[in-house]
């Protein structure tokens, strides 16, 4: 994988030379095509395009805010819209700790021009990291020292672990660090070629590069400040870190065609299983209909023959069919009976009795009336009499609430043929 530096928006691409341990430069993507076969890259991007932002929250609280919420913590500083950022976290401390180092955002057009950019190329980024992480890590605590880095191009920070940054004027954030006592010198790269060089970049020795560095700081500081700050040169490049995937401030996310939310998968484990319950409730539904349509079959059928026992119930006609005629025959056969009901019915409403029980036999048709006393129900029976109705009033009992039933049978008359 090859590990390239970009210093600003339009500066050389410096690539790292792991033999040799030095930056090589090239002017753009296509020259760097020319010269290499790998296809995976590492770009360090320039951290001016970071911006950063103190907190107080834990990594479990952060959690908790979501991608959306982090991005909205950045809504009052960003000149970037919140929805169009990408944030990265880096904790070093226990996790029910505040963070120990700012959130870093960068914009994600920024991101997707510099991914287009090395596609023109016909390369592939595989991680995206701001360049203050080429800086080694300071070994005196956080905000006594720092390690610089400065050249024409670009001037780094980088003060802890987690914390470090672009700056545009030295003096005022060193002002901003009372504590700091120590500032510990890079040399500048060497690449030999670099269009817009620094002053060391004609071949000189990093050594005297490193003297000019110093010597140009303790220039743009105050006595004061000159005078309590310890200039240490460090002779040693940016060099890239070890599995650069896996950092925590990798700002390329690969991308997915499709990234489900968690709340949402859930509803779809659920919606899945209502599926699947309600067809397998239909199913077991369907199969006790036809069971019951199979033995309600099996009983008309039984029945028919019991009623019919020297017919066949046929097939291909359905139980309706077989039974309509035999039907209408038995509702003529009937009919005397409901003539004589048809009569009787308004004598009992208007005796204001109760009937039940009622029982038809080919001669009699027999039911149980209930009144207030006997002489209600003899005096029915007479009213049947005079109605020219055959009827006969049997043995009368108490019934329920201080009434009494008595049976009343009446002759039928068979039709006159």
């Avoid at 296809?39 to 360090?44: D, T």
């Avoid at 023109?120 to 956080?142: K, T």
Wanted: hydrophobic share 40%; proline share 7%; charged share 15%.
């Amino acid at each position: 994988m090859l590990q390239v530096w970009l210093r600003g928006q339009h500066s050389p691409l410096l690539v790292w030379q792991g033999g040799s341990q030095t930056w090589q430069s090239y002017a753009d993507w296509q020259q760097l095509r020319e010269a290499v076969s790998e296809q995976s890259v590492c770009l360090y991007f320039p951290s001016q395009h970071v911006q950063q932002l103190p907190t107080d929250l834990t990594p479990a609280q952060l959690k908790q805010l979501g991608e959306a919420g982090k991005q909205y913590l950045f809504e009052e500083i960003s000149l970037i819209p919140a929805e169009q950022l990408s944030v990265r976290e880096i904790h070093t401390g226990p996790s029910n700790q505040p963070l120990t180092a700012p959130l870093y955002a960068t914009g994600r057009n920024d991101i997707a021009a510099w991914l287009h950019s090395a596609q023109l190329g016909n390369f592939s980024i595989v991680a995206l990291l701001p360049d203050f992480l080429l800086l080694p890590v300071p070994v005196d605590g956080i905000g006594q020292q720092l390690n610089l880095y400065q050249d024409r191009q670009t001037t780094l920070i980088r003060q802890s672990e987690g914390q470090g940054m672009a700056v545009s004027y030295l003096p005022l954030v060193i002002e901003r660090l009372p504590h700091l006592s120590e500032i510990c010198v890079m040399a500048p790269v060497d690449t030999g070629h670099d269009s817009a060089s620094d002053s060391h970049d004609d071949g000189s020795d990093n050594t005297d590069a490193v003297a000019a560095s110093l010597v140009a700081i303790k220039n743009s500081l105050s006595a004061q400040a000159s005078a309590d700050l310890i200039l240490t040169p460090l002779a040693v490049p940016p060099i890239p870190i070890t599995a650069p995937e896996r950092h925590p401030l990798n700002f390329y996310a690969k991308p997915s065609s499709l990234k489900l939310s968690p709340y949402l998968k859930v509803t779809m484990m659920v919606a899945v299983a209502a599926l699947v319950f309600q067809l397998s409730a239909d199913a077991l539904q369907w199969y006790h209909y036809k069971q019951a349509t199979a033995a309600t079959k099996q009983a008309m059928a039984a029945q028919y023959q019991a009623w019919f026992p020297e017919e066949r119930l046929s097939a291909k006609n359905t139980i309706q069919l077989s039974l309509q005629p035999k039907l209408v025959t038995s509702n003529a056969a009937d009919s005397p009976h409901t003539a004589l009901l048809n009569r009787i019915a308004p004598l009992i409403k208007q005796s204001s009795l109760t009937a039940q029980a009622l029982e038809m036999d080919p001669n009699t048709l027999s039911f149980t009336v209930i009144g207030d006393n006997r002489d209600s129900l003899d005096k029915f029976a007479s009213t049947l009499s005079a109605q020219g109705i055959e009827a006969s009033l049997g043995r009368v009992t108490n019934s329920e609430q201080d009434k009494v039933a008595g049976q009343v049978t009446i002759a039928v008359m068979p039709p006159v043929t």
